[in-house]
T-cell receptor
Framework: GQNIDQPTEMTATEGAIVQINCTYQTSGFNGLFWYQQHAGEAPTFLSYNVLDGLEEKGRFSSFLSRSKGYSYLLLKELQMKDSASYLCAAMDSNYQLIWGAGTKLIIKP | IAGITQAPTSQILAAGRRMTLRCTQDMRHNAMYWYRQDLGLGLRLIHYSNTAGTTGKGEVPDGYSVSRANTDDFPLTLASAVPSQTSVYFC?????????????FGPGTRLTVL
């Protein structure tokens, strides 16, 4: 079956660094997406990885290891506005996204 | 219109009633999607359309139908609502299906079926 696993909740301190992990099992693989979703709002795109390695985009970076079925999202210099849920999604062989349940990130001052 | 819009924002519906959730995008995207989001679960794909005139079933299509008569509109219909269809429904679109095409999401419709 197809499955995405990520932690349910994480807590971090303002100004710190946090890493949110995601493991995936899909029928075929066409890339890994990360989205951010603030409470009561729609998801918004953060990053896409299809090749192994690290993609950096400002304070956010995303890593992929295809052989391990593993990705992480790294958030640096945390700000209070980063309090949100972070959704991991893998694209399968039918080009459909399989979504994790999301990681709720709580930022404390 | 800027981006992707959904209507209504929220709705309380009696079980057994028919309901259509509307979705419109002005980005001329070829692909459109309907998801439901329930607490503790990931987004689940209900139906999708890779281009106008075609539709496909996602992971949880039962009890729902869609149509794609043109590029911009992708309505979702619940023929006879049941309480298990209480959820937040998101419509999304992408330039094409697959690859690095990010999906853009509408603001969502919160549906309660009593």
């Amino acid at each position: 079956g197809q499955n995405i696993d990520q932690p349910t909740e994480m807590t971090a301190t303002e100004g710190a660094i946090v890493q949110i992990n995601c493991t995936y099992q899909t029928s075929g693989f066409n890339g890994l997406f990360w989205y951010q979703q603030h409470a009561g709002e729609a998801p918004t795109f953060l990053s896409y990885n299809v090749l192994d390695g690290l993609e950096e985009k400002g304070r956010f970076s995303s890593f992929l290891s295809r052989s391990k079925g593993y990705s992480y999202l790294l958030l640096k210099e945390l700000q209070m506005k980063d309090s949100a849920s972070y959704l991991c999604a893998a694209m399968d062989s039918n080009y459909q996204l399989i979504w994790g349940a999301g990681t709720k990130l709580i930022i404390k001052p | 219109i800027a981006g992707i819009t959904q209507a209504p924002t929220s709705q309380i519906l009696a079980a057994g009633r028919r309901m259509t959730l509307r979705c419109t995008q002005d980005m001329r995207h070829n692909a459109m999607y309907w998801y439901r989001q329930d607490l503790g679960l990931g987004l689940r794909l209900i139906h999708y359309s890779n281009t106008a005139g075609t539709t496909g079933k996602g992971e949880v299509p039962d009890g729902y139908s869609v149509s794609r008569a043109n590029t911009d509109d992708f309505p979702l219909t619940l023929a006879s609502a049941v309480p298990s269809q209480t959820s937040v429904y998101f419509c999304a679109s992408s330039e094409t299906a697959g690859g690095d095409n990010e999906q853009f999401f509408g603001p969502g419709t919160r549906l309660t079926v009593l």
